[in-house]
RNA sequence: GGGGUUUUAGCUCAGUUGGCUAGAGCGCACGAUUCACAUUCGUGAGGUCACAGGUUCAAGCCCUGUAAGCCCCACCA
């Protein structure tokens, strides 16, 4: 094949890809059943684990959906380390996901139903399942092509959706050791409801913002006199059980006790005191309502309050008098301010400023509802997983997120896991609906969530209609994508690291640790790396609303999809948000371009050399010592970085080492004295060493070059290059004369200096071995012995006998610069000379470093000879 | 209210245990040119490291405080 003049990543990137994945190279090789090699009944996966395994789970995108820019970062990152530990020699493993999720998926649907001019009411919950069922087969299948463009190295055989069968599975074995472990119970308690979607959200799952709202003043009147209390929420006062007031506040004491009458109603209710009550906010007195109110609950949870329901799930009213019954609350809230009025009991009303909850996908305000809801019991979990994180078992990236994780988990609330949609996994419970039998418990597990209505013992149970939290499925996510069980040692779990955005630290990445410490007794994985948001080129936000969306895929067609790894890795730490550049993006793009160009130029040279196929190689000259020094420390820079999970850096000495260093210094010497075996051996190194961040180009150029085998995919990491140090050290030297030949020209007066004059050296054998190799680095016409007094200007940077052949009128317009030059030299070895005169410095810093500064010294005194004699000679 | 985090060149970011004469990419300026690559090569100009104190021989880095931005959690009847 031939190298064509520039990389076309779409001419590439697919076919490569469906070569990976027709190969198998994706798939593990270590079996997840038990071998037994050596017959000693012990499992031998077991001794080599965690030195020969690498897994790592995708955090499962919506199957509906289409990947947005965190999945293009999610999987540049995962796909990267993927990648890297397979060339490590590891037996790696990229579990693949797609999620149903939940509510996500619902809205979606709901919003189609309401177009066909249909209400989820008009079907049965079984119905509703199934339809949303065929809704998402119908749109599954992008994302999983999108992940391929972004060259995912996943094991696709392994797909795991959060509603497979292996999923509900797990999830019903879990949920009914926790049943009978005690931890779930059904609780009547306030969720957070939306009236729109009929469902209860998460704590976590709740937005709140700020509103402009009324304070009002409503009058409580008892026999002979009246306490006013401060409200936002008049509706709700026929739920009302209590007035409550600060046991230190003066002003009621001596009210605490009485009974005062419900306003529009004939109740009596009783004041009472609470800390609660805030003397300094409104009146200092406030109207208790535990069905309606997170606070209030809790207030009628210390004083044994009744619970009374006035708004429904439809968000009407009831359990009101007559003329209030049936009433949205706005209209409700309107009414009942008319008559409080009309009574002459609203005593005033001011504007304040405060939080309201809304539901994240439609905004309705939520409502605080008093429901009957699975709940799981945290308490013994958090415990757990706070010893299992002090104990240090999990590492975070970033690190100080483990404080931040363990901090939450201990103010940790019960976890209420029903939710009321049909799309998801069915909670496995049942309810009694035969009332003779007295003794059978209310409710039970079982797992024949296909059935409405099952029997047992003879007694008939129906099914409860609720579904799993979404949260509480995916938090067993390690477990389900490694097919992890109790009877058989696994060697992908623990995970090594779980990769995942900081904004789900709390959501996800918490209660994975809690379920996998339950189900399996070990941490789920040993390593978090944690990215943030990415934002838009001003460190925006991105959102639908703003416009500054940026859709990954875009990208990839316009640069390819190893420019969009590297520039969205660029410029990245872990748990930031940080802002992306469609010019870091641009940049990979021109790397993948200069590797092609490389790979071509070095081709063409094999080719020209008919090399026989030779795995050593020799180095001949300083340079080719130089690269392979220049290989070898970029090697570690790499290996450390992604130890550390430093991609940023990990990318940054690659692309410097192969452009600057390789391309721009080693590649240009290549064209004095050819190595071929050097350049094959050389340029597999950085391939190989790149690919786990640029798949897609390096394999592209390994399937272009004529004597390489198989896929760079599946080749070895690389070994140190063998190099003499002397020789490397000496090229150095060769770098410095370059540079300040380069440098002066620029400076001298003119255009086109390098054309114009020659080089002179004086007894030198380094520039006299190589003139011609910094002839063709400086493209100076000639490099001559210098023959009788020196002349022209000489080079004072490199400490060589080295002078420009320059023209005395022209070394005559050059003098100022020159003379600055002294000048700043002179500054700083001023600053130098200081340091050293300061005794503190001589006694108390390191031999080492005041050894540097004094040769530091001797150096700058040198240069500035050498530059007055440049001077010298004007 | 609690917690986290950011502030370094025009822009986006490095700077890991204090040794810095503060780096990179892009952008900008100047120069080169067809023999791997204009998605190129060479050279250069850009910085009171947010601010104020402190510790130290030495502070971008450590400590105290201030300001501005961002994120998360909790919450205001």
């Not at 007066?749 to 380094?766: Q, V």
Request: net charge negative; charged share 30%; with cysteine.
């Amino acid at each position: 094949m031939k190298f064509a003049s520039s990389y076309e990543p779409g001419e590439y990137e697919s076919d490569i890809y469906a070569a990976w994945e027709a190969s198998g190279i994706f798939s593990p090789k270590i079996s997840s059943l038990p071998i037994d090699d050596n017959g000693d009944g012990v499992d031998d996966r077991i001794c080599t684990k965690s030195s020969q395994t690498f897994s790592i789970v995708m955090p499962p995108p919506n199957a509906n959906g289409n990947l947005h820019i965190g999945h293009g970062l999610t999987v540049a990152t995962e796909d990267s380390l993927t990648r890297y530990y397979r060339l490590r020699g590891r037996s790696s493993w990229y579990v693949p996901g797609a999620d149903h999720a939940g509510f996500e998926t619902w809205v979606v649907y709901e919003r189609e139903l309401e177009k066909q001019g249909h209400t989820r009411f008009e079907y049965s919950r079984d119905e509703l399942y199934s339809r949303v069922w065929s809704f998402v087969a119908e749109q599954r299948g992008n994302m999983e092509l999108q992940l391929r463009a972004l060259g995912a190295s996943c094991s696709w055989e392994d797909l795991t959706f959060t509603l497979d069968e292996n999923v509900i599975d797990r999830v019903y074995t879990t949920f009914e050791k926790m049943w009978n472990d005690g931890l779930i119970y059904r609780g009547e308690k306030l969720v957070n409801f939306c009236p729109k979607h009929q469902t209860a959200f998460a704590d976590i799952e709740v937005e709140h913002e700020d509103e402009k709202g009324t304070l009002w003043d409503i009058a409580y009147t008892y026999d002979g006199g009246e306490i006013i209390v401060s409200t936002t929420r008049p509706e709700t006062l026929f739920g009302d059980v209590a007035v409550a007031v600060n046991p230190e506040d003066k002003r009621y004491k001596k009210l605490i006790g009485k009974t005062v009458k419900l306003p529009l109603t004939d109740r009596e209710i009783p004041i009472i005191t609470d800390e609660h009550a805030d003397p300094e906010y409104g009146t200092g007195a406030v109207k208790i309502t535990p069905a309606h109110d997170f606070d209030d609950f809790e207030v009628g949870e210390r004083h044994n309050l009744e619970r009374i329901r006035v708004i429904a799930e439809d968000g009407k009213m009831v359990n009101v008098p007559e003329a209030y019954y049936g009433l949205t609350t706005t209209e409700c809230r309107k009414k009942v301010l008319k008559d409080l009025k009309d009574q002459d009991l609203l005593r005033g009303e001011k504007k304040i400023e405060h939080n309201v909850a809304h539901c994240y996908k439609c905004g309705t305000t939520i409502e605080p509802m008093l429901k009957e809801q699975w709940f799981v019991d945290v308490e013994k979990l958090a415990k757990t997983a706070i010893e299992h994180l002090e104990n240090d078992e999990i590492r975070f990236y970033p690190e100080n997120k483990k404080k931040v994780i363990i901090n939450y988990l201990k103010g940790l609330k019960d976890w209420n896991i029903s939710r009321q949609i049909p799309w998801g996994i069915a909670i496995p419970m049942f309810k009694k609906i035969d009332d003779r039998a007295t003794d059978e418990p209310e409710w039970i597990f079982d797992r024949r969530t296909n059935l409405r209505e099952i029997e047992k013992a003879g007694v008939k149970y129906v099914r409860d209609e609720d579904t799993f939290d979404t949260w509480f499925s995916s938090s067993h996510w390690p477990i389900v994508c490694t097919n992890w069980t109790e009877e058989n040692f696994n060697p992908y779990y623990p995970l090594n690291v779980m990769e995942t955005g900081a904004d789900i630290l709390f959501a996800w990445v918490a209660r994975m640790i809690m379920m996998g410490l339950y189900v399996t007794g070990e941490v789920p994985f040993r390593e978090v790396y944690l990215h943030g948001l990415v934002l838009d080129e001003h460190g925006k936000k991105m959102s639908k609303s703003k416009g500054n969306v940026i859709n990954p895929m875009d990208l990839v067609t316009k640069y390819g999809s190893d420019a969009f790894r590297l520039g969205i890795l660029r410029g990245r730490s872990a748990g930031l948000n940080q802002a992306f550049s469609e010019n870091s993006v641009v940049a990979g793009r021109n790397l993948c371009n200069k590797l092609w160009n490389i790979s071509r130029l070095i081709q063409s040279i094999v080719d020209e050399k008919e090399s026989t196929s030779s795995e050593s190689y020799t180095t001949e000259n300083m340079g080719e010592d130089w690269i392979c020094r220049e290989i070898n420390n970029c090697l570690e820079m790499v290996e450390k970085d992604m130890k550390d999970y430093r991609f940023a850096e990990a990318v940054e000495a690659l692309y410097q080492t192969i452009w600057d260093k390789y391309a721009d210094w080693f590649l240009e010497s290549q064209k004095i004295y050819q190595n071929a075996e050097l350049l094959k051996t050389t340029l597999e190194t950085l391939l190989i060493a790149i690919h786990p961040f640029a798949p897609f180009v390096t394999e592209a150029i390994w399937q272009n070059l004529s004597w390489t085998e198989g896929f760079i995919a599946t080749s070895k990491w690389p070994v140190k290059l063998k190099y003499d140090p002397i020789s490397a050290e000496e090229f150095e030297n060769i770098r410095i004369i370059v540079s300040e030949v380069r440098t002066t020209l620029q400076g001298l007066p003119g255009t086109n200096n390098a054309k114009k004059y020659n080089l002179l050296y004086d007894k030198d054998s380094l520039v006299e071995d190589n003139q011609l190799l910094i002839r063709a680095l400086t493209k100076v016409p000639a490099i001559n012995a210098l023959e009788g007094a020196p002349r022209g200007l000489r080079l004072a940077l490199a400490n060589h006998e080295l002078y420009l052949d320059v023209p005395a009128k022209v070394v005559e317009e050059y003098k100022d610069a020159l003379t600055e030059k002294i000048l700043s030299v002179g500054r700083e070895l001023d600053a130098l000379n200081l340091r050293m005169m300061n005794p503190n410095y001589v006694d108390k810093a390191p031999a080492h470093l005041v050894k540097e500064t004094r040769d530091q010294i001797t150096e700058k005194e040198q240069l500035i000879d050498r530059l007055k004699q440049q001077l010298e000679l004007i």
